[in-house]
């Protein structure tokens, strides 16, 4: 039995000696591993070669590493000084597209007032009817000339010219004055004339001159009188040119609103120029540019620079106002684009 025994266990040796020795090997020595990541680096760089890849040539971007991609983007160019937000250029958009405009006459050209009246009438019927905007009448500013003289003195000081001064009390953000010379002849028994002149165009804010349309009709004929035919030649000029000077003022004020529209901030009772300093710094974060033009323990005055309404503009006021200690700031008055403040100190 004993001898059985030890005949099978013999064969099962035998047998596993045999399996073992003819199973294939499934893993790679290491030294083959080795050698295939060699020639596989070998195979890119070939590539590269063949592909007119050198030393100065970067690599796709695919074989960028990702932190490499996130440095190169941190690495564009900021926006252009100046260049308007997508907001900014909105805003400036609507503005230009309802400019409120106040005409009136050259007063030292000494132009009759019934020819004066006739051009300045006929602008704003081009205004109405053409464009369907609100127009300040001859009569409605002949009359504040007189009425508005005491307030005028009294909020300015005679440091703007009266026009201007009415031209912002009414919310004109362009004021036209209009100034010509008329010539007149009779032939025939007919009466005939023509007007030669120009038609300026102001900034309401700065006062500054923008531009000049240059006024000259075709000779106007009447078989009436001598007034009509000025009338009629008068009229003839003025709507003929209001199409050039509304396109002329819109482009000139967006040349001239690269910082943005400008507002005057006059604060009376300023008698803290470091509270002053920290009203600027303030004010600095909610509008485009802030410019101080001048400073005294009585008032001082700022110009902001921003796109954005007049009321936006007082909340910036107040709001900077209290951060700068000037809790009790408050609006005295405004007219246009310009407001005057007590500090409350």
């Not at 958009?93 to 009438?121: E, F, G, H």
């Not at 000259?216 to 040119?241: G, L, R």
């Not at 509270?275 to 005055?301: M, W």
Request: aromatic share 8%; hydrophobic share 40%.
């Amino acid at each position: 039995m004993r001898k059985v025994i030890k005949v099978a266990l013999a064969f099962a040796i035998v047998a596993l000696t045999i399996s073992c020795a003819s199973a294939p090997s499934t893993a790679a020595p290491p030294a083959q591993g080795a050698a295939a990541g060699d020639n596989a680096a070998k195979d890119r760089a070939k590539a590269l070669a063949q592909s007119g890849a050198d030393a100065g040539t970067p690599a796709p971007a695919a074989a960028q590493p990702a932190s490499a991609a996130s440095a190169a983007s941190a690495d564009q160019p900021p926006p252009a000084p100046g260049q308007l937000t997508p907001e900014e250029q909105a805003y400036l958009q609507t503005y230009l597209s309802r400019l409120n405009y106040m005409v009136y006459y050259n007063a030292d050209a000494k132009l009759d007032p019934k020819y004066a009246k006739v051009a300045v009438s006929q602008a704003n019927r081009y205004l109405l009817e053409k464009l369907g905007l609100s127009v300040t009448d001859f009569d409605q500013i002949e009359k504040n000339k007189k009425d508005q003289q005491t307030a005028y003195e009294s909020e300015t000081g005679g440091s703007i010219d009266l026009i201007q001064y009415l031209a912002q009390k009414f919310n004109a953000d362009v004021y036209v004055e209009i100034d010509f010379a008329l010539t007149n002849e009779t032939r025939d028994g007919k009466f005939y004339s023509s007007a030669q002149g120009s038609m300026k165009i102001f900034d309401t804010s700065t006062a500054t001159l923008l531009g000049s349309i240059v006024l000259s009709s075709q000779t106007a004929f009447s078989p009436n009188s001598a007034d009509a035919a000025a009338t009629n030649a008068i009229a003839s000029t003025v709507w003929m040119a209001m199409p050039k000077m509304i396109d002329q003022s819109k482009e000139l004020l967006k040349n001239s609103l690269a910082r943005g529209v400008r507002y005057e901030v006059v604060l009376q009772k300023t008698p803290d120029s470091k509270q002053i300093s920290q009203l600027r710094r303030a004010l600095a974060k909610k509008v485009r540019e802030v410019e101080q033009v001048s400073y005294s323990p009585g008032s001082t005055k700022l110009y902001l620079y921003t796109f954005q309404k007049g009321d936006k503009v007082e909340d910036a006021v107040y709001e900077a106002g209290s951060s700068a200690g000037m809790n009790d700031i408050n609006l005295v008055y405004s007219r246009g684009k310009s407001y005057t403040f007590d500090s409350g100190l």
